[in-house]
């Protein structure tokens, strides 16, 4: 089973900032890597998929780059909404489908 | 509108069962895998089950394996989840999901809360 390791669990920012998020995979994960946003009592929402691609009707604030074992999202200022739960997610090797813990990234 | 509404749900005893639903509209259901994706209070993302688009293959994570039955009507363009055996550690939010072709999970239903306590 893929283990998908987010770092850091938390990150304080301020609106205007960067973010920068990690997702690293214990194994290869070919480009099948996704993020998703979360905010309190909501469904996750897909950002990016296929480690750089942007979902339908997503800013172009959020980018994703890196390779087949470490990724990184990127908000590069960031907005009020923004502040959420972060999640990345595997699906080269499944089942299962596995999701990292997650980043939180809250107003500093 | 592209969506999945789902039903279901609510407190039931250890040992007890539920059976979730979620339907489709928007989208060629019967062209897509279909899952499921659980939360328990506080933590991470959790992938339970997946079906196939005809409902011949079906994939369960290993702790819900023996207890939990994933289904779909493709007429009614809809797909349900029997939990049965249920245990605390099932309490979660459940998550209707399907990735329509790239490799992710671009539409989810609103969630339905599943809780086991006595």
């Known amino acids: 089973e893929v283990v998908l390791t987010q770092s850091p669990a938390t990150l304080s920012l301020s609106p205007g900032e960067r973010a920068t998020l990690s997702c690293r995979a214990s194994?290869?994960?070919?480009?099948?890597i996704a993020w998703y946003q979360q905010k309190p009592g909501q469904a996750p929402r897909l950002l990016i998929y296929q480690i750089s691609n942007r979902a339908t009707g997503i800013p172009a604030r959020f980018s994703g780059s890196g390779s087949e074992t470490d990724v990184t999202l990127t908000i590069s200022s960031l907005e009020p909404e923004d502040f959420a739960v972060y999640h990345c997610?595997?699906?080269?090797?499944?089942?299962?489908?596995?999701f990292g813990q997650g980043t939180k990234l809250e107003i500093k | 509108e592209v969506q999945l509404v789902q039903s279901g749900g609510g407190l039931v005893q250890p040992g007890g069962s539920l059976k979730l639903s979620c339907a489709a509209s928007g989208f060629t259901f019967n062209s897509f895998w279909m899952n499921w994706v659980r939360q328990a209070p506080g933590k991470g993302l959790e992938w339970v089950a997946s079906i196939s688009q005809d409902g011949s293959d079906k994939y369960y994570v290993e702790s819900v394996r023996g207890r939990f039955t994933s289904s779909r009507d493709n007429a009614r363009k809809s797909v349900h989840l029997q939990v049965n055996s249920l245990r605390a550690d099932d309490t979660a939010v459940y998550y209707c999901?399907?990735?329509?072709?790239?490799?992710?999970?671009?539409?989810w239903g609103q969630g339905t809360l599943v809780t086991v306590s006595s």
């Open positions: 194994q290869s994960v070919s480009s099948s």
């Open positions: 999901v399907v990735a329509r072709g790239i490799q992710a999970f671009d539409i």
């Open positions: 997610q595997q699906r080269t090797n499944w089942p299962p489908y596995t």
